[in-house]
């Protein structure tokens, strides 16, 4: 039987019934959306065969199987009920990369003003993958080498993140004034491509729950109009969101910036179980669970820049602060409000899981 860092053994049921609210509050357990490969090299203490989770898709069989027996382990270290795997569908984007660690470990970021998309001429000259393009090797790996106890959830980009990489987030902006047919076409083949490819995860064995990535905001509003999204991207969700609960697994959504305008649109149209990613600056997630937390369960939240830039001391006192408030309340996973980043201490990350289990003894004896 696996045993984390905490010595608790792994027990994704536990964690099943925090993500649905069911039965009453009890021990918070730990969540994470993602992990960057150089953080999770500095939690095991070895070399990763790959330099992001991104290279996956196209490595080697043996770099994959070496890359997501690590990623195992590194969930296995931190006292996980699961193991993350990103799944990816082989669409393209424009990335510019930079050194930003100043060790040689790149970082993209997206073209915001242009993508291979940008007119029907190249929506039509464009290569639409297949559904049998779908690199499925590390889900499927992963998922047959579980420890007892844990199961997948899978990581995956939805309509929204790729249609606004495809096309440039500004051309895609212009285009829904200027070319609204162009928008839903494309909106159209990503997102018949990700259903097809939900519907594969989901019906992997030891796949436990459906994360989709799909960043709608910035700092004081959604990047697009709520009409818009309810136009052409909600539609899309609430079938993902479908597919997912057909299998009895649930769902949730990883959604960057201020998308609290259309919270309710998430949980009532498209039926999310649980929302990730929170900035102190845009919403304490204290707030989020004050006014949705009934609805929804509430994952992460401990902000980025105390993990990043904070004192240990820092980052427990703010990790207690949102246990207090959220914790005794049911529905919570403890968790960074983004991901376990490259510029995240790991002396903070694993002060922020270790206050985790202090207070889960404190409060719950367990």
Request: net charge negative.
């Amino acid at each position: 039987m696996t045993v984390g860092r905490w010595g608790r053994r792994p027990d994704f049921d536990r964690l099943h019934r925090t993500l649905l609210r069911q039965g009453p509050p009890g021990p918070v357990p730990p969540i994470e959306f993602l992990a960057d490969v150089q953080l999770m090299e500095q939690v095991v203490g070895e070399k990763f065969p790959v330099e992001s989770l991104a290279d996956l898709k196209t490595c080697g069989e043996a770099e994959c199987e070496r890359a997501c027996d690590l990623i195992i382990r590194f969930h296995e270290q931190l006292g996980h009920d699961y193991v993350s795997v990103l799944v990816e569908v082989p669409l393209d984007s424009t990335y510019t990369g930079l050194d930003d660690t100043g060790g040689g470990v790149t970082r993209y970021w997206q073209d915001q003003s242009r993508g291979p998309i940008g007119s029907w001429a190249d929506f039509d000259a464009y290569r639409w993958p297949k559904a049998e393009d779908v690199n499925y090797r590390p889900l499927e790996y992963t998922a047959r080498h579980l420890p007892e106890g844990m199961k997948v959830i899978a990581v995956c980009d939805g309509v929204f993140e790729w249609a606004k990489a495809m096309m440039g987030l500004e051309t895609f902006s212009f285009a829904l004034m200027d070319h609204p047919d162009l928008v839903e076409a494309v909106c159209q083949r990503v997102g018949e491509l990700t259903a097809t490819a939900c519907k594969a995860i989901a019906d992997t064995p030891n796949v436990g729950a459906y994360f989709l990535s799909d960043d709608m905001g910035y700092f004081t509003a959604t990047l697009i109009s709520p009409k818009h999204l309810r136009e052409y991207i909600f539609p899309w969700q609430k079938m993902l969101a479908e597919i997912v609960h057909a299998k009895g697994l649930p769902f949730l959504l990883h959604a960057c910036g201020n998308v609290f305008g259309v919270m309710d649109d998430l949980i009532d149209e498209v039926g999310i179980d649980g929302k990730h990613s929170y900035e102190d600056k845009i919403r304490p997630v204290e707030k989020v669970m004050e006014v949705w937390g009934d609805r929804m369960s509430v994952l992460g939240g401990v902000d980025m820049d105390i993990l990043a830039r904070g004192t240990e001391q820092q980052v427990r006192a703010r990790t207690r602060q949102i246990l207090d408030f959220c914790g005794p309340r049911g529905g919570y996973c403890l968790g960074t409000g983004n991901t376990a980043a490259n510029y995240v201490p790991v002396a903070n990350l694993l002060a922020m899981l270790d206050e985790g289990e202090r207070w889960n003894r404190e409060y719950f004896g367990s």
